[in-house]
């Protein structure tokens, strides 16, 4: 990984290991945040971070992202200028089974 | 049901078609709730609420228990003065499938 891979606009994210399930369900315990899980699974596919359906300003959206991101429940990269959010599925389901499905309607 | 038991020393629990999956996961984010439902998951029985492993004061856990039972999560009932706490098992596997095995270990 290069020095801008580390440090620059390639955010930090936990691995499967690292996975903490207070931080997890602390995460996942915000209507908004969960609103976002949601919206990943129903959707299939990555989704920016402008195009998602949340009642909350541009910097507490970027708040909420972060927070699921250090979770490790999304994973966050750059598309030229645009930040993309990828739910971590597998990740998540080797380290807590069923807990996606459980809480997404 | 009688007056007593409506309004007396059995407190009320929700039924599955009111369980709520933002009060359940407010009531899971608590380790000690969690380590609560940890504990029966593990035991397979019911337990009185002196008996549990917890480092809260008695009074605290008397409010750590309200909230699981407010949330469906455990059925307070009891026998002679103690009072029992089973875990609804059946009721949340049928209202969020996986969610009680996703957060015990």
Redesign the interface.
């Known amino acids: 990984m290069s020095y801008y891979g580390r440090m620059g606009r390639t955010p930090a994210h936990p691995d499967v290991a690292q996975f903490d399930?207070?931080q997890i369900?602390?995460a996942?315990?915000d209507?908004v945040r969960?609103s976002i899980v949601s919206q990943l699974v129903a959707s299939g596919t990555d989704i920016k971070c402008g195009d998602f359906d949340i009642p909350v300003s541009k910097s507490t959206a970027t708040h909420h992202f972060n927070v699921l991101r250090e979770a490790g429940l999304i994973r966050q990269y750059y598309v030229g200028t645009a930040r993309m959010n990828a739910l971590r599925r597998d990740d998540m389901d080797a380290a807590?089974?069923?807990?996606i499905?459980?809480?997404t309607p």
């Open positions: 399930l207070q369900l602390e996942l315990v209507p969960r807590f089974p069923g807990l499905t459980a809480i």
